[in-house]
């Protein structure tokens, strides 16, 4: 079987003040259709600089990403978000909500890409905000919600499309543990659906929800482990 990710030895690195600084020094990847993977390792390792590139919003430096067998190095800007869209879902770190937005209109948002009316674009975007708990928030801007409310409308954004891959980056961070709960059972709830799932997480009890734990440290894969599965 094809995976659905796959880097060759991507590099990364940034320019500063003239320099070129590494961030990624060779990561080779490759991650299957409908796995559930955490993605771990300390703080400035390189994985949201990772995660970026898997989901096209970023390029590497060196070395090639093949999505579902596609060269994505080969892509320019338009067809980069054409397959961002089209089938990756992405929960942000700093959220990244629209600022003058809703929380619905943010929840909805990437159903605008999508060949799909007003109403049924509201409904999903309503569904999304209901799973995360947020229903009563619909009409609230960023500004007028909690850091873990508007971290839920990220996540709700992400979850709407039903998205076959979901880009997560520390999902769960300031959440408390009830509500961590119901996130992750979304997440396991797309998982069974079929979609791949890879999420960054300095929690251990998250990383070992999943399936296959990937760390990362300086720029590089120090260690991948699958877990043993029950049932
Ligand atoms: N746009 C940028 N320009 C220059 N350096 C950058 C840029 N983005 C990230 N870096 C550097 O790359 C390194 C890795 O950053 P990255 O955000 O990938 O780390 P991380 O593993 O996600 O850390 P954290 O757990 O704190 O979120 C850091 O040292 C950071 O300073
Ligand atoms: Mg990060």
């Not at 500063?16 to 300390?42: F, S």
């Not at 801007?141 to 839920?152: A, I, M």
């Not at 979901?166 to 119901?182: F, H, K, M, Q, V």
């Amino acid at each position: 079987m094809q995976p659905i990710l796959e880097l060759q030895q991507v590099h990364k690195h940034y320019a500063m003040a003239g320099e070129q600084v590494p961030v990624l020094r060779g990561i080779d990847l490759t991650i299957d259709r409908n796995e559930y993977v955490a993605i771990t390792g300390p703080s400035g390792s390189g994985k949201t600089t990772l995660m970026n590139i898997l989901g096209c919003l970023d390029r590497p430096s060196a070395g090639s990403y093949l999505l579902a067998g596609q060269p994505v190095t080969c892509l320019d800007e338009r067809e980069m978000a054409g397959v961002r869209n089209r089938a990756i879902g992405f929960v942000f770190q700093s959220f990244n909500l629209m600022s003058r937005a809703t929380a619905l209109q943010n929840a909805m948002h990437p159903l605008l890409y999508r060949k799909m009316g007003r109403a049924e674009r509201q409904q999903r975007g309503m569904d999304a905000l209901c799973k995360v708990g947020l229903a009563d928030r619909a009409g609230h801007l960023p500004s007028q919600l909690s850091g873990g409310q508007r971290q839920r409308v990220a996540i709700a954004r992400a979850l709407c499309g039903s998205p076959s891959i979901l880009l997560a980056d520390e999902p769960t961070g300031n959440l408390d543990s009830a509500t961590t709960r119901d996130i992750m059972a979304l997440f396991d709830a797309l998982w069974a659906d079929g979609s791949t799932i890879v999420m960054i997480t300095h929690e251990t009890d998250i990383a070992d929800h999943c399936h296959r734990v990937i760390r990362i440290e300086d720029g590089k894969v120090s260690a991948d482990r699958r877990r043993q599965r029950n049932g």
